[in-house]
């Protein structure tokens, strides 16, 4: 289920269980270089689940390929070595740190002349965390959390960035701005698999998308194509077409 | 009770202090960085100690030894953990740090033992030989259940406690021993007198907070360990291993408590279990710092020192009952003052 063959990572015929309950049934998905892809669904649907299993966090039975290795026998470590970065639902940061060492820390395995380039593409991404890099992690608003948390991760130079409802509990118009930093973070080269219950702005940015529901994908397609499906309209957009009612 | 007197008794509580606060510091630092409550610090308080007793009067010492058997142990560990995905790095790795950096260690004490050596070859030797000891805990005893519950890794840092004080008996015998004191210097201030290795105690326990200050204010290293102690899933997500974290956690206790045995050693006589008290008396002044703060734990041990010498000189067969004591009210006062704290399951 890969038709341009250069998929960067693949996750084929996944299945996540906590214990006997299967949050994630036989889910296959891809992502290709410089793409964004989204998985939109309901609350609950299993996309964090299936997230953090990507990333190594939950154990999982199927197949999973980043960059045509096998990732299988690799710990959560060995995947952020190989360029998959997460940027987990509770942002996960270092509370009782600054925001300059949570940055530094985000480049933990890299070079420091790699760094130094990484602080500088963040802090154009974020000038918010540049004003604020004294400050610790813990005292940042909803808002500027969640753009620590993404340059966290952007600092280990991802080649896939994972972002789990990164505008969950966020204002409209900071929403708009990590947005905006989605799409410009593909300019630079890097992919994204982004997990939004916010359907609508997500299916406005990303190239392909995936809706999930209990577990499994009920549907895929071009971005495009699924903000028009009807029932993802009436499901995740919130709306219904008049006179015509939900598949 | 006279201003003599009591000013012995301060000067004596305040050396003991000092070590007990070295002792509470590498506790917090264990807990934080990997949710062990470190029971065997005493016996690296021992086993530096006895080590470096047994140097001194040109034996080799037992814990040489072990350190080289724990070293074979940890690295069938390492290929067994590894053993799906086995490259030559790994192997490599693996090799350096379990087989051949306690036969080095083991090697330089034989030959050391054989000719007459300083005081600073053997101390150095009796820190290598227990960090190495340490590194190897944990790697063969916690690392294996690193996501275990704070219950279920306490139960085996107690295990390894009665583990390592049975190898201390083993290696060092019944009988308490002493050695030779880093100085034999001493001055006097009006009534009181200053040996060379109580202002050693002081001089080394203050450099070595000062040290561990700067290694996590200013080192990536240190400020890796300590962002595994605030949030071990986010240090895990920007490749932060671990084990690595807790394997560094506790060869630096080992270090601590192995330094604090080698300055005591010189003015109190150890024997194979003295180092679970003080062990102890450092837990004491931990458990006053919540296990969490640095400070706190420093000020608290200094605290237990004094109460400790007070206390053994006004009644003295109550020392320890008034010094463990302490806890009771700090972990009621604690207990009202805190909100209800879920164990983080990660």
Redo the contacts between chains.
Sequence with gaps: MNPDGNALLEVADVHVAYGKVEAVRAVSLHVAENEIVTIVGANGAGKTTLLNAI?G?LPLKGRTLFAGEDMA?L???DR??AGL??V?EH???????NVE?NL??????MTKAANAASFERVYSLFPRLKERRKQFAGTLSGGEQQMLAMG??L??APKLLMLDEPSLGLAPIIVADIFRIIGELRASGVSVLLVEQNAQAALQIADRAYVMELGEFILNGPAGEIAANQRVAASYLGFQHEGESPV | MNTTIMLFLVQDGITNGAIYALLGLALVLVFAVTRVILIPQGEFVTYGALTYASLSSGHVPGTARLAVAMGVVAFCLDLYAGR??LHRRLVGRAVAVNIILPSIVLALTSWTAGHPSGIAINIALSLMIVAVIGLFLYRIAFQPIAQASVLVLLIASVGCHLAMQGFGLVFFGAEGQRAPPLSTASFTVGPLRFTGQSIAVYVITAALMIGLWLFFGTT?TG??L??TA??R?????????TSLAGQIAFLMAAMIGAISGILIVPITTLYYDTGFLIGLKGFVAGIIGGLVSYPLTAIAALFVGLVESFSSFSASNFKEVIVFTLIIPVLVLRSLAAPAVEEDKD
């Design positions: 990333m966090i026998r710990d959560i470590e952020v070595a970065s997460l987990p942002r996960e940061l270092f509370a009782t740190m060492d530094k820390l985000g480049g933990f395995r966290r991760a600092m280990g | 799906r995905s990536l400020k890796a300590r962002a605030v949030n899933l986010g240090a895990r997500l920007v490749g932060i291993r």
